[in-house]
């Protein structure tokens, strides 16, 4: 069963409120997904603690449900 990509912003504002997310569906398929997180949380952490936040809020979706998640995050701008 392919996982929404509402379902997928929702499991990531969980864990982090103030982010701003943009999520694309590569293929229409509702397996494959591209990911833009913008989150104030990020601040002072390098570009893998970064990813490991987002993919810990999957809890335990990426490989299963959520077959490919291409990702991208950052730090909002002042």
């Given at each position: 069963?392919?996982?929404?990509?509402?379902?997928?912003?929702?499991?990531?504002?969980?864990?982090?409120?103030?982010?701003?997310?943009?999520?694309?569906?590569?293929?229409?398929?509702?397996?494959h997904?591209?990911?833009?997180?913008i989150s104030?949380?990020?601040r002072?952490?390098?570009r893998?603690?970064q990813?490991?936040?987002?993919?810990?809020?999957?809890?335990?979706?990426?490989g299963?449900?959520?077959?490919?998640?291409a990702?991208q995050t950052?730090?909002?701008?002042?």
């Amino acid at each position: 069963m392919p996982m929404d990509a509402r379902d997928i912003e929702t499991m990531i504002k969980a864990a982090l409120p103030d982010a701003k997310v943009e999520i694309h569906d590569l293929a229409g398929d509702g397996d494959h997904y591209a990911a833009t997180v913008i989150s104030e949380s990020f601040r002072g952490k390098s570009r893998v603690q970064q990813h490991q936040i987002v993919y810990n809020s999957l809890k335990g979706q990426m490989g299963g449900v959520l077959h490919a998640l291409a990702l991208q995050t950052g730090v909002p701008e002042a």
